[in-house]
């Protein structure tokens, strides 16, 4: 059974700095595409950012240049540096990751959530 367990979240000032991880535990062949969303009340869950099993990372322009995502692959855990935070940026934060199982079938699963808050 695959897990992916999110830590790190918390309450925090405008323009401060958070940093988020994710621990993937469990059975698996490989891990690919790791993530973070975002879900705030009453909003849709949007995408923050994206790392390939290479290294490749996306972002959206709402976080572009303040949010770097980052991935250590011989711990399975991916990470989240925020910093200059808003107060918009305040939501549920959620790791997901693709997976090959050992029989070689993809799933996605996704973590628990953590909350982030920014807020004076």
């Known amino acids: 059974q695959v897990q992916l367990v999110e830590s790190g979240g918390g309450l925090v000032q405008p323009g401060g700095s958070l940093r988020l991880s994710c621990a993937l535990s469990?059975?698996?062949?490989?891990?690919?595409?790791m993530g973070w969303y975002r879900q705030a009340p009453g909003k849709q869950r949007e995408l923050v950012a994206r790392?390939?099993?290479?290294?490749?990372?996306d972002y959206p322009d709402s976080v572009k240049g303040r949010f770097t995502i980052s991935r250590d692959n011989a711990k399975n855990t991916v990470y989240l540096q925020m910093n200059s935070l808003k107060p918009e940026d305040t939501a549920v934060y959620y790791c997901?990751?693709?997976?090959?199982?050992?029989?070689?079938?993809?799933?996605?699963?996704w973590g628990h959530g953590t909350q982030v808050t920014v807020s004076s």
């Open positions: 790392i390939t099993s290479g290294g490749i990372t």
């Open positions: 469990g059975s698996f062949f490989s891990i690919n595409d």
């Open positions: 997901d990751a693709d997976v090959l199982t050992t029989l070689k079938y993809l799933y996605h699963y």
